[in-house]
């Protein structure tokens, strides 16, 4: 059966400082990849997408990136964290088009930048 | 652009029905997908309607009008455990991924 990972679960950070979640997926090949973000008691806003290695789309212009250095593995990054970046961070795959209703959600990291 | 609109909050007496709307505007439709979301958890997949009409999954069912760009959820027979949040979210035919509306949080009362 399929499974996603995401760590870590907490995290707490100054601003200015560097960010790395990592989310990862068993048990299925070539999936589509996914990151959003949401604010306490607010929606789901996609940050960025991946149909494959090394190709990511972002939705969002901000300073986080996105990298797929392997077909199941989901990178999120920032150089300098801002307080806006607090939220919780959702990872999430599906398979065929990118566009596929059914997308399943790992379960999060609840970013706090203070 | 495209949008979807959901009520913000639905409180309802355990063991009732409740109804959540969504509309949408966009271009390229293909369907309408049902999340539940849990205080602190992660979104889970309940329904998706590409054809008009209702369909059922026990407690939950989830309709679809492609005429009026309309959908929605109906819970039944209510349980506290169904307090949680509920989006809506479109399929589009281009290559884009689903888009979110901003959730309706239903609370369920004795």
């Known amino acids: 059966s399929q499974t996603i990972h995401q760590w870590p679960a907490t995290l707490v950070q100054p601003v200015g400082s560097p960010l790395s979640l990592e989310c990862t997926v068993e048990g299925t090949s070539n999936p589509n990849l996914y990151w959003y973000r949401q604010a306490a008691g607010r929606g789901l806003q996609l940050l960025f997408y991946s149909v494959g290695i090394g190709q990511i789309s972002s939705e969002v212009p901000q300073n986080l990136s996105a990298s797929r250095p392997q077909d199941r593995q989901f990178i999120l990054s920032s150089k300098k964290l801002l307080l806006s970046d607090s939220g919780f961070y959702l990872c999430a795959w599906s398979v065929g088009a990118i566009s596929s209703y059914e997308q399943y959600f790992g379960p999060g990291t609840r970013l706090t930048v203070t | 652009g495209q949008s979807l609109e959901q009520p913000s909050e639905v409180t309802a007496v355990e063991g009732a029905i409740v109804q959540i709307n969504c509309t949408y505007q966009t271009s390229g439709f293909y369907g309408l997908s049902w999340y539940q979301q849990h205080d602190g958890g992660a979104p889970t997949f309940l329904s998706y309607n590409a054809l008009d009409g209702l369909e059922e999954t026990g407690r939950f069912s989830s309709f679809l009008s492609r005429s009026d760009s309309y959908g929605y959820l109906l819970l039944q027979e209510l349980q506290m455990k169904d307090s949680a949040s509920y989006f809506c979210?479109?399929?589009?035919?281009?290559?884009?991924?689903?888009?979110f509306g901003k959730g309706t949080r239903l609370s369920v009362i004795a």
């Open positions: 979210a479109v399929a589009n035919s281009g290559n884009t991924p689903l888009v």
